[in-house]
């Protein structure tokens, strides 16, 4: 049976289209059809059927959102719906013929959760908290000298912040008044077995004058993407309920509760003279509910409100104990995740750098990566994408070895075994054949860092079974003399280099899985299983490097596309995978610098990757990327993209899939994306060791300023293939030392080390490859180096 009928084939819904087109008179659509079809390359998958689902959601959302906030205009709604609806902002997004309404300038959030839990709730940039995708959420809210203030309208006056720079608790701060103080603080806890939000305002009187306020929490339909249907809602001891399931705890009685349709009033602008209705019914959805309390702050008085939500969805029959939840018990569960996450803090890698700001933004996302840890699968965001991606969970896997959290990578073995067909193939989603390279170099590397041969026996049957369906996928083109002929069918590959094609990207991962699984066979003694995948991946790689040659010659950048079937375009960044994290060729092979300066002149805006295809946004993780291959080349543009992809992760350090170039707020995707997440610590990482070509690289990104006399940076317990490294290297006035330790394990072949330092200083307009290379003779070992050698590049050391 050929592979084509193997694999889920789109063609009989294309039928059932095209008839009812001709059956109903509408039969001029068949030739949009037909454009579709025939875009790209042939592919036995039309487009990934599981991404039509995610359409549906889309379309259906988007034309609730539409009728629902246009509706209603009165009402105040989320940050993205204020700001897209302003025709004076620059996130202006009209509604036109586009009846669907969507987050296209604002989707940012961060999320909050539990390490271990498949749970999250989400806090977006002016302390919306929302505790599930596709809920409700809770605003909080403000009363004070006859105005409302209200989150959504504040964001000029909002900062967000987390607790001691790294902590996974988000701080709302609201400059309202120069006499109040105004936070809202959320905070994921675990208590009596309950995984719950902790929402706390604090209120502080800055004044001389006793001040009157009232404060509160609103029960809003919407969260940061759609709307979150509240259809029942009522109050009844403390406890307000949304759809017969607890939502919100108030340890503290109100002053005053209602329910409301918001016909004619939103209650959040004033309900002082509203009648307090505690239960109600829509089907529409479309119900908003809130409590208020109302105090007296004499001069200095400083007051705490909380409010607890449960996290994730509740069956109603739930949540008795939640129900009875007291403020000491919080109080408890609080100190106790602190101190949790100041163990956290000390687990797995550790960096000290002088760059404070920097080391904070590595520390947040270190201690953030567990929102993306479903138990047995990563997930690639909270909300719209809180599902497994083998291509995601690829890049997270590796970030969380790279943190020295492998123990979290190995029940994520038997999920990625879950998704293999009985022909072999890795299927993420059809028609995206990387997925089979990424689950066998995932799975294969991670056994190998660990020296888990046991696991790796175990397994071998399934990964070399996939290892051959990559081969026999490849078999499939090698008929007639087309330019693809011994590369992997066309296919959608990762969405964001266009329609089907035969794309380098997925076979640079289907060579890596060939090459990793042969090298993996080796060490457990089966050598002529060795040998037999050493043969297809050195047929694999010829064929591939003859098509990689002709498609640099195709074009006059001498640069290498995506597919030898397209010029040199935004897609050719899915070439840099094969630099990183594969390392399948050289940085200095003469296709790379092309590639580079192509990318680098036609898509850097304001310092990050434009991504001009599907994603149409400052995109990154594709950032990290590029910055990935000028790092290997020693080339100090990685630093330009680093330092941008730092300002624009702003406060919380969290990125959205795509950011919009003008509104500066997320445009694509989650709006705390796991990917983007991972490449950054990767990136951050990599600057101070990166294996590179069989070698240990320690400092290849370090900056001169870094080596000022008095400066100090140090690594410890950093996981590489190589073993567990730690190192720390100390600036003085007439010398640089070093002191180094590399730990090997079971199944960590033997290397060599090498410093890399900054040759003297890096002008501003030069992007120089300029790099003094100090071989570290032994596994432990300690070395002073000269100043004047190291501007001096002597004999004794190997430019790099």
């Not at 340890?251 to 509760?257: I, V, Y």
């Not at 007296?296 to 949540?319: C, F, Y």
């Not at 990424?438 to 020296?451: D, E, K, M, N, W």
């Not at 291959?629 to 899939?657: C, K, M, N, Y």
Request: a negative charge; proline letters at 6%; charged letters at 20%.
């Amino acid at each position: 049976m050929s592979l084509k009928k193997k694999i889920f084939s789109f063609f009989p819904l294309d039928r059932l289209v095209r008839w009812y087109l001709r059956t109903s008179g509408k039969e001029y659509l068949i030739r949009f059809i037909d454009g579709l079809s025939n875009l790209g390359r042939p592919s036995s998958v039309f487009f990934p059927p599981e991404l039509f689902e995610q359409g549906l959601s889309l379309v259906l959302s988007g034309l609730n959102n539409t009728l629902s906030i246009q509706s209603n205009p009165h009402w105040v709604w989320p940050l993205w719906v204020e700001r897209q609806q302003d025709p004076d902002g620059e996130a202006f997004i009209p509604t036109g013929v586009n009846l669907v309404m969507g987050n296209l300038s604002r989707r940012d959030w961060t999320a909050i959760g539990i390490r271990g839990s498949q749970k999250e709730g989400m806090v977006d940039p002016v302390g919306m908290v929302t505790s599930q995708p596709f809920g409700w959420s809770v605003l909080p809210f403000l009363q004070f000298q006859g105005e409302s203030y209200l989150p959504p309208r504040l964001e000029k006056k909002t900062k967000q912040r987390l607790r001691n720079q790294t902590d996974p608790v988000v701080i709302t701060e609201y400059n309202v008044s120069p006499n109040l103080g105004w936070e809202c603080e959320a905070q994921a806890l675990l208590t009596g077995g309950e995984e719950l939000i902790c929402l706390t305002q604090r209120l502080q009187n800055r004044s001389k004058e006793t001040l009157k306020v009232t404060v509160g929490f609103g029960l809003r339909p919407y969260n940061m993407l759609t709307i979150g249907h509240i259809n029942k809602i009522k109050f009844k001891n403390r406890l307000w309920r949304i759809n017969k399931k607890p939502a919100l705890l108030l340890p503290t009685e109100p002053d005053r509760c209602l329910a409301s349709g918001g016909e004619r009033q939103d209650p959040i602008l004033g309900s002082q003279e509203m009648p307090q209705v505690t239960k109600l019914r829509r089907r529409s959805g479309l119900l908003i509910g809130q409590a208020e309390y109302d105090y007296r702050l004499a001069p200095g008085d400083e007051v705490e409100l909380v409010a607890v939500i449960p996290m994730g969805k509740q069956s109603m029959g739930q949540n008795n104990q939640f129900a009875t939840l007291s403020l000491k018990a919080l109080k408890k569960a609080k100190y106790q995740a602190t101190e949790f996450w100041q163990k956290n803090n000390r687990r797995g890698i550790q960096l000290t750098l002088p760059d404070v700001a920097f080391q904070e933004a590595f520390g947040a996302v270190k201690n953030h990566l567990h929102v993306y840890d479903d138990g047995d699968h990563f997930t690639a965001g909270t909300f719209f994408y809180h599902f497994q991606w083998l291509r995601d969970s690829a890049y997270l896997a590796l970030a969380f070895e790279n943190m020295g959290f492998a123990e979290d990578v190995d029940p994520k073995v038997a999920g990625f075994l879950s998704l293999q067909t009985k022909e072999g193939f890795f299927r993420s989603q059809d028609g995206e054949w990387d997925g089979a390279g990424q689950a066998i170099t995932t799975l294969v590397r991670h056994f190998l860092r660990s020296g888990d041969t046991k696991g790796l026996e175990q397994h071998f049957p399934a990964l070399y079974k996939g290892a051959l369906w990559i081969e026999e996928a490849r078999q499939e083109t090698k008929d007639g003399q087309a330019p693809h002929a011994g590369l992997l069918p066309a296919g959608i590959s990762a969405e964001h280099f266009g329609p089907n094609d035969h794309y380098f990207w997925d076979n640079f991962w289907g060579l890596a899985a060939l090459r990793d699984l042969s090298k993996a066979a080796q060490m457990i003694g089966r050598n002529q299983t060795h040998k037999t995948l050493e043969q297809l991946a050195e047929g694999y790689q010829e064929r591939l490097a003859q098509v990689m040659g002709e498609a640099c010659q195709s074009n006059p950048e001498q640069g290498l596309p995506c597919s030898i079937y397209r010029p040199l375009d935004t897609a050719a960044i899915g070439t840099l995978v094969s630099l990183w994290p594969l390392d399948l060729f050289s940085p200095f092979d003469p296709w790379v610098g092309p590639t580079l300066d192509y990318l680098w002149e036609n898509n850097l805006r304001d310092g990050l990757f434009y991504q001009k295809i599907i994603h149409t946004g400052l995109n990154v993780y594709l950032s990290a990327q590029l910055a990935e291959a000028f790092l290997a080349r020693g080339d100090q543009r990685a630093w330009v993209i680093l330092a941008s992809i730092l300002a624009h992760g702003g406060p919380t350090h969290v990125w959205p899939e795509a950011i919009h170039p003008q509104a500066h707020g997320g445009c694509m995707g989650d709006g705390d994306h796991g990917w983007a997440a991972a490449e950054f610590v990767n990136l951050v990482r990599n600057l101070l060791v990166k294996e590179q070509e069989n070698e240990l690289l320690l400092g290849l990104g370090i900056r001169s300023e870094w080596l000022e006399p008095g400066k100090r940076i140090e690594l410890q317990d950093a996981p590489t293939d190589f073993g567990i490294l730690s190192y720390e290297l100390i600036g003085s006035i007439e010398h640089l030392e070093i002191k180094w330790e590399l730990k090997r394990g079971p199944g960590h072949s033997p290397t060599a080390l090498f410093l890399l330092l900054p040759k003297g200083s890096v002008e501003a307009d030069r992007w120089g490859i300029d790099k003094v290379r100090v071989a570290l003779d032994g596994d432990v070992g300690r070395l002073k180096i000269g100043r004047e050698l190291v501007e001096s590049n002597c004999d004794t050391q190997k430019s790099a």
